[in-house]
């Protein structure tokens, strides 16, 4: 994708190499490996990231989402490479808050990782 900034690009190099493969390369969660998976991996392009928030995110990809295939990241990734895959899954995909959304935007497990 042109047009990104530092953080962007590094979090497109990182989504790519680690996240793509469950989520696909472009976010939709559609990949022949998704299949596989239930829940299926969350659509990063769609209304299930509506009243996503960064700190939200973050703490998804931290820790993991109970109930799903999503594993924890932090043994894998530092803090500063985790802002960069939101800031690159904010600008491609679907737009992240920087600021909590209502407590409507609780953690649903219901939906894939």
């Known amino acids: 994708m042109s047009g990104l900034s530092k953080q962007e690009s590094k979090g497109e190099a990182i989504y790519q190499k680690n996240c793509a493969f469950c989520h696909a390369h472009d976010g939709t969660g559609r990949n022949w490996f998704g299949a596989f998976l239930h829940p299926h991996p969350r659509n990063l392009t769609g209304s299930e990231m509506d009243g996503m928030t960064w700190d939200r995110l973050k703490e998804i990809i931290k820790q993991g989402l109970p109930g799903s295939s999503m594993s924890a990241w932090k043994s894998v990734l530092s803090d500063d490479e985790m802002d960069a ?24 497990t219901s939906a894939g990782g």
């Open 85 to 108: 895959v939101i800031a690159y899954i904010s600008r491609a995909f679907h737009p992240i808050a920087k600021k909590p959304a209502s407590r409507r935007a609780s953690i649903d």
